[in-house]
C-alpha cells in the first residue's frame, strides 16, 4: 500500500479525491493522509513517517507549499512531492521545480492526468527503495559510497548505517609496482596508462577472490583491506598470488613489472573521512595499523613481501618466512623485527 498526504486549504478536495480513488483505497492500494497547510503536514509527516507522495498545493496558510518543499527534504528525504497550483503560477512552480519537486499538475486538477502522475511518482519511489536494499544488502559497496550519493539516494536512517564510524579488526596491504616512476617518464601517457591498469586489473582479480577491498589507488600503488575471519591469512594469500602473477609477467617497453609490498593486522577506524566542503569524502580506514603497513612497504624490495614479527607469529604454522632483521619505522620509537613471506 502507497501512502500519499493531500496538503491543501481547500477542503472540498479531500472529497473529490476519495471520490476519485475510491477503488484504489478500497483495494488498499493508496491510503490517503489529509493537512491543511504547510504546519500540519509536517505534523502529519511525523505521525505517518511511511508517507511515499506528497501532493502539495502552493498557496496555503500559515506555511505555503514552498517553504514546505525546503522542510520535507529534511523530514523525508526519501519522499517526492507533486505540487498543485493553478495554470497561470508559473513562477512559483518554475522555483517549486528548482527546490526539489517531482513533477506539478494545475488546478483545476485533472483526476486522470492526476492518476497518471501519481504511479509514475510510485514507481520512482519503489526503484529508489530496491536500490537503496540491494545496496544495503551488500557491504562491500560501502566501500565506494560517498555522502553526496548517501544525500541523493538515501532515508536518514539508511544514511547512518552506511556513514558509523567504527573501530575495527583488519589487515591492510600495500601494493607498489616498482620503479615505475622511470617509465611513466620515458613512455607516452597512453602507454603508461594502459600498462598502469593492466598490472591493476592482475591484481584487483586477486583481491577480490579473497573477498578484499581496493581500498584506493594510490598512483601506482594498491592500498587493499581484509576483513573477517582469518583476514591476515587471506591478505597474505592475496599478496603471495599477486607478486608471483606480476613476476610471470612479460617484458613490455623495455619494463619487467615487480611488486613490493607490506602487509599488518590490527585495529583500524573505519569511517568516511575527507572533507564535507569540497563534498569529498571516502570511506576508508585510518590509523597506526594503516601507517604501518605503508612503512612495510617502503621497507620491501622487488618482490618482497614485509611483515611484522607481531604477524609473524600469527602466522608462522601456515606460511614460510625468512628474518630480515631489526628496521626502525616511521614514528616509531623502538626497532621493529621484519620478516619476508617466502609461500
Given at each position: 500500500?502507497?501512502?500519499?498526504?493531500?496538503?491543501?486549504?481547500?477542503?472540498?478536495?479531500?472529497?473529490?479525491?476519495?471520490?476519485?480513488?475510491?477503488?484504489k483505497?478500497r483495494?488498499?492500494?493508496?491510503?490517503?493522509?489529509?493537512?491543511?497547510?504547510?504546519?500540519?503536514?509536517?505534523?502529519?509527516?511525523?505521525?505517518?513517517?511511511?508517507?511515499?507522495?506528497?501532493?502539495s498545493?502552493?498557496?496555503?496558510?500559515?506555511?505555503?507549499?514552498?517553504?514546505?518543499?525546503?522542510?520535507?527534504?529534511?523530514?523525508?528525504?526519501?519522499?517526492?512531492?507533486?505540487?498543485?497550483?493553478?495554470?497561470?503560477?508559473?513562477?512559483?512552480?518554475?522555483?517549486?521545480?528548482?527546490?526539489?519537486?517531482?513533477?506539478?499538475?494545475?488546478?483545476?486538477?485533472?483526476?486522470?492526468?492526476?492518476?497518471?502522475?501519481?504511479?509514475?511518482?510510485?514507481?520512482?519511489?519503489?526503484?529508489?527503495?530496491?536500490?537503496?536494499?540491494?545496496?544495503?544488502?551488500?557491504?562491500i559497496?560501502?566501500?565506494?559510497?560517498?555522502?553526496?550519493?548517501?544525500?541523493?539516494?538515501?532515508?536518514?536512517?539508511?544514511?547512518?548505517s552506511?556513514?558509523?564510524?567504527?573501530?575495527?579488526?583488519?589487515?591492510?596491504?600495500?601494493?607498489?609496482?616498482?620503479?615505475?616512476?622511470?617509465?611513466?617518464?620515458?613512455?607516452?601517457?597512453?602507454?603508461?596508462?594502459h600498462?598502469?591498469?593492466?598490472?591493476?586489473?592482475?591484481?584487483?582479480?586477486?583481491i577480490?577472490?579473497?573477498?578484499?577491498?581496493?581500498?584506493?589507488?594510490?598512483?601506482?600503488?594498491?592500498?587493499?583491506?581484509?576483513?573477517?575471519?582469518?583476514?591476515?591469512?587471506?591478505?597474505?594469500?592475496?599478496?603471495?598470488?599477486?607478486?608471483?602473477?606480476?613476476?610471470?609477467?612479460?617484458?613490455?617497453h623495455?619494463?619487467?613489472?615487480?611488486?613490493?609490498?607490506?602487509?599488518?593486522?590490527?585495529?583500524?577506524i573505519?569511517?568516511?573521512?575527507?572533507?564535507a566542503a569540497?563534498?569529498?569524502?571516502d570511506?576508508?580506514?585510518?590509523?597506526?595499523?594503516?601507517?604501518?603497513?605503508?612503512?612495510?612497504?617502503?621497507?620491501?624490495?622487488?618482490?618482497?613481501?614485509?611483515?611484522?614479527?607481531?604477524?609473524?607469529?600469527?602466522?608462522?604454522?601456515s606460511?614460510?618466512?625468512?628474518?630480515?632483521?631489526?628496521?626502525?619505522?616511521?614514528?616509531k620509537?623502538?626497532?621493529?623485527?621484519?620478516?619476508?613471506?617466502?609461500?
Open positions: 500500500m502507497t501512502k500519499i498526504l493531500v496538503a491543501d486549504d481547500e477542503t472540498d478536495l479531500e472529497t473529490l479525491i476519495r471520490q476519485k480513488f475510491r477503488q483505497i483495494e488498499q492500494q493508496y491510503e490517503f493522509v489529509f493537512a491543511v497547510n504547510g504546519n500540519d503536514a509536517l505534523e502529519k509527516m511525523q505521525q505517518h513517517p511511511d508517507i511515499s507522495i506528497v501532493l498545493d502552493i498557496n496555503m496558510p500559515e506555511m505555503d507549499g514552498l517553504t514546505l518543499l525546503t522542510k520535507l527534504n529534511d523530514v523525508a528525504p526519501l519522499s517526492k512531492t507533486v505540487m498543485v497550483s493553478a495554470y497561470g503560477d508559473m513562477e512559483n512552480i518554475r522555483v517549486a521545480m528548482n527546490r526539489g519537486a517531482f513533477d506539478f499538475v494545475t488546478k483545476p486538477v485533472n483526476f486522470e492526468d492526476l492518476e497518471l502522475t501519481v504511479e509514475k511518482t510510485i514507481r520512482y519511489v519503489n526503484q529508489m527503495k530496491e536500490t537503496l536494499q540491494a545496496i544495503k544488502e551488500n557491504n559497496l560501502k566501500m565506494y559510497v560517498d555522502a553526496n550519493v548517501l544525500q541523493f539516494m538515501g532515508t536518514r536512517e539508511y544514511e547512518n552506511l556513514t558509523d564510524n567504527e573501530t575495527i579488526a583488519a589487515s591492510v596491504a600495500f601494493i607498489d609496482i616498482c620503479g615505475f616512476t622511470a617509465i611513466s617518464e620515458k613512455e607516452s601517457a597512453d602507454t603508461v596508462v600498462l598502469l591498469n593492466h598490472y591493476f586489473d592482475v591484481m584487483v582479480k586477486e577480490i577472490a579473497q573477498n578484499g577491498i581496493v581500498d584506493k589507488f594510490m598512483g601506482d600503488c594498491i592500498m587493499a583491506v581484509f576483513k573477517g575471519d582469518y583476514h591476515l591469512d587471506r591478505a597474505i594469500d592475496t599478496c603471495i598470488a599477486i607478486r608471483d602473477k606480476i613476476d610471470a609477467l612479460p617484458v613490455e623495455s619494463f619487467h613489472p615487480k611488486v613490493s609490498i607490506g602487509i599488518h593486522s590490527g585495529e583500524m573505519s569511517g568516511n573521512i575527507g572533507s569540497l563534498r569529498r569524502l570511506y576508508t580506514v585510518i590509523g597506526d595499523t594503516v601507517n604501518t603497513a605503508q612503512r612495510l612497504q617502503g621497507k620491501a624490495g622487488k618482490s618482497q613481501i614485509v611483515i611484522t614479527e607481531e604477524s609473524y607469529e600469527k602466522v608462522k604454522q606460511f614460510q618466512c625468512n628474518k630480515i632483521g631489526s628496521a626502525v619505522l616511521k614514528n620509537e623502538a626497532e621493529v623485527v621484519l620478516y619476508e613471506v617466502m609461500n
